[in-house]
């Protein structure tokens, strides 16, 4: 299981505002190439945004799921990456003097993903996490304006799809 820890200097609203942006999924995540609303408003529990990965010249369209929300405390995803399976990452937001603490615990949940977790995915779990967190910090911490959440279009049913 692979949990990190960074302090940013923004209040929990301030980065709250970031991680409830599923338009802003990309900027932070490492190996997002884009996201974009797929069903519900982010992030109300079971809303769903897509994003693309870049794997050399290939890309790879996967989605995440809010699963648990509590406002500018928590927000638990399930990132789904297709044939490799399922992750649960966990992002708490804890108040620390006028700052935040943001930490984020990751494991898999369903299929390769799971089977071939071993230590040397866990290091390279952990860079990207310290990437990520630095992403995430720099996002917050530039005090650039940020967009309204989008919605998905209330389209048909898609089966269960998203």
């Known amino acids: 299981m692979a949990v990190r820890h960074r302090l ?9 505002a970031v991680l409830a ?7 932070w995540v490492v190996g997002a190439a884009a996201s974009y609303p797929v069903r519900g408003r982010r992030p109300e529990v079971d809303s769903a945004i897509g994003y693309r990965v870049r794997v050399g010249c290939f890309d790879l369209t996967n989605r995440t799921v809010v699963r648990a929300c509590a406002e500018e405390r928590e927000l638990e995803l399930e990132a789904d990456a297709g044939a490799l399976g399922t992750a649960r990452i966990a992002i708490e937001l ?11 615990d990751e494991h898999p949940l369903r299929g390769v993903g799971g089977l071939l977790h071993n230590v040397g995915v866990e290091a390279l779990v952990q860079l990207r996490h310290r990437a990520m967190l630095g992403r995430l910090a720099e996002r917050c911490e530039s005090g650039r ?3 309204e959440p989008a919605v998905a279009d209330a389209g048909p ?4 799809a998203a």
């Open 8 to 16: 940013i200097r923004r209040s929990p609203r301030e980065v709250w």
């Open 21 to 27: 942006d599923g338009t802003r999924y990309a900027d």
């Open 94 to 104: 804890r108040p620390w003097g006028d700052d935040t603490l943001v930490i984020i």
């Open 145 to 147: 304006d940020r967009p």
């Open 157 to 160: 049913a898609d089966g269960g």
